[in-house]
């Protein structure tokens, strides 16, 4: 399966979790086999981009039958390398920061948020969703001694710039950054966006376009 | 500006976040004028893609000056709507419910979520945010009595179809989905997907991608 993991277009790659979704509540539900026209009518896909889509696991479908749904189920992970467990840490225990911390879900998305940090001195020492908030001023040195892959950045957005050097100073490799601020990094660091205003941007300017449409 | 909410592609849409925040943040360091180059260079963007985005938001830039900083700002606000406060209800309140309940930048991006739903009796009647958690049996009725156009849905996914069709049946227009599933709605409502495995999926591939090159 090694070889599996390779360059998956971006676009691709933001539909996958939807692919994975959907097939594990059908595995719940007993189903075995699934053909990618299925797959496209429960998402309101086009079937045509579906099969592009889940090509990029390397599982072939059989004809008539379909896909065999636990394999296709495992290859998708696969891809995303969600059947891997990485460590993270996570600097910022604000509102979002203490939600991210506190959902229970990202460690089936191989997602494990093992330590937060804040530069606040009353958060510092307490506990959330049974993790302890570190001193910021240890991020550096403790993301060296752990071999730590992934910063969660959920700071103020003056803060971000300062919070991500401070994770690559410490050997940090990905950053997957929720603060609404573009990151200045080296072009070998990977930077995720997650600001919650890109989707709300889509939500607010097609609620406005079809306002208008409805007033005419 | 009325004619200016018109159709974008949403590649477009959700990259114009960042030119406002970029522009906010200049606006505050008394910047006055800008060209597309120096927004490209600031935001690690191609300055064509640069052009053809602010070119959605009819803001023409002068030659050698480039764009009157204050106006594009102001016409990408108005693109995404964001010069517009609109009410909103919000149905889950876990952890990410309470997070975004407690998100004090929406209002800057003219989201006003005016009131939270839960169906667990323990939490109904708290209040959160200054906003005080009713029970969802009253959602459907509450939307229709206050015209409520946006609904957000932070409910876990095997909730969240029902949900989707309470805010249906009150007369909700558009739905920002939190929930990791796929909503079934008529193709007159808007459902933006802002479920945080999307991203979190190029960031895991990304990252075992690149541990895989470096250990080449």
Known sequence: ME???????????KRLPQYIHLLKKLKEDGIRQISSNTIANELNLDSIQVRKDLAVTGVVGKPK???????????????LNWDNSTDAFLVGMGSLGSAILGYKTFPEYGLNIIAAFDNDEEKI?????????????????MIKRMHINIGVITVPANEAQKVAQQMIDGGIIAIWNYAPVHLKVPPEIIVVNAQLSQSLGVLTHK????LRYLNL
């Open 125 to 141: 020492g307490q506990s959330f969703a049974g993790t302890e908030v570190l001193s910021s001023d240890k991020l550096t040195d």
């Open 3 to 13: 070889n599996l993991i390779k360059s998956v277009p971006e676009p691709t790659l």
């Open 207 to 210: 609620l406005a376009e079809r």
């Open 65 to 79: 039958l379909g896909f065999d749904l636990e394999e296709l189920y495992s290859a998708l992970l696969h891809t």
